[in-house]
T-cell receptor, first 110, second 116 residues
Framework: TQLLEQSPQFLSIQEGENLTVYCNSS?????LQWYRQEPGEGPVLLVT?????EVKKLKRLTFQFGDARKDSSLHITAAQPGDTGLYLC??????????FGRGTSLIVHP | DTAVSQTPKYLVTQMGNDKSIKCEQN?????MYWYKQDSKKFLKIMFS???????INETVPNRFSPKSPDKAHLNLHINSLELGDSAVYFC???????????????FGPGTRLTVL
């Protein structure tokens, strides 16, 4: 079983601060996805990264896939209350079975 | 129109009962999934169907039985419910395993199951 460790588990910050969420594994993934889940709803895909070393930007969110395709990070610049939610990373390996991390619960205070 | 819908949204039942959760997707996807999210928000895949055929069956008690009458529907039946079955169950769909490693999974809103 491929395991994904996410850190930190909880993050409570003030509006305007920057933050980084990490997703690490000892396994290699063919792709890695980041989802955001709001209370009472299902996860929604933010980005998919495929190539080692790849960096993708989505407005204030920057996603990076490690060179060895075993880890990824999500950096949010100038966080806003609307960024509040549960951030989940999911790795897909050769079996196509997606493995989710345990999530990072982010609260951004106004 | 909702892309992936689940019913019911909430389900409260007694231990030992049998219950079903229904899922429908109108995206024309070939692959559908059931996930369980526990109280610590850990999301774990249970089953996956591709074109009505079971392709992923993780270590799940055989009290859980998925059924796919057509590729737009994947229902989950649970027999002899136990306290530990309490969780949020999510249905999801994606295009299919042909592009599986980059597929977007579209999740339903979840069914919160509480077993008393």
């Amino acid at each position: 079983t491929q395991l994904l460790e996410q850190s930190p588990q909880f993050l409570s910050i003030q509006e305007g601060e920057n933050l980084t969420v990490y997703c690490n594994s000892s396994s290699v993934f063919s792709s890695l996805q980041w989802y955001r889940q709001e209370p009472g709803e299902g996860p929604v895909l933010l980005v998919t990264v495929v190539t080692g070393g790849e960096v993708k930007k989505l407005k204030r969110l920057t996603f990076q896939f490690g060179d060895a395709r075993k880890d990824s990070s999500l950096h949010i610049t100038a966080a806003q209350p609307g960024d509040t939610g549960l951030y989940l990373c999911a790795g897909v390996g050769g079996s196509y079975i997606p493995t989710f991390g345990r999530g990072t619960s982010l609260i951004v205070h106004p | 129109d909702t892309a992936v819908s689940q019913t019911p949204k909430y389900l409260v039942t007694q231990m030992g009962n049998d219950k079903s959760i229904k899922c429908e997707q109108n995206l024309g996807h070939d692959t559908m999934y059931w996930y369980k999210q526990d109280s610590k928000k850990f999301l774990k895949i249970m089953f996956s169907y591709n074109n009505k055929e079971l392709i992923i069956n993780e270590t799940v008690p055989n009290r859980f039985s998925p059924k796919s009458p057509d590729k737009a529907h994947l229902n989950l039946h649970i027999n002899s419910l136990e306290l530990g079955d309490s969780a949020v169950y999510f249905c999801a769909s994606s295009l299919g395993p042909s592009g599986a490693n980059t597929d977007t999974q579209y999740f339903g809103p979840g069914t919160r199951l509480t077993v008393l």
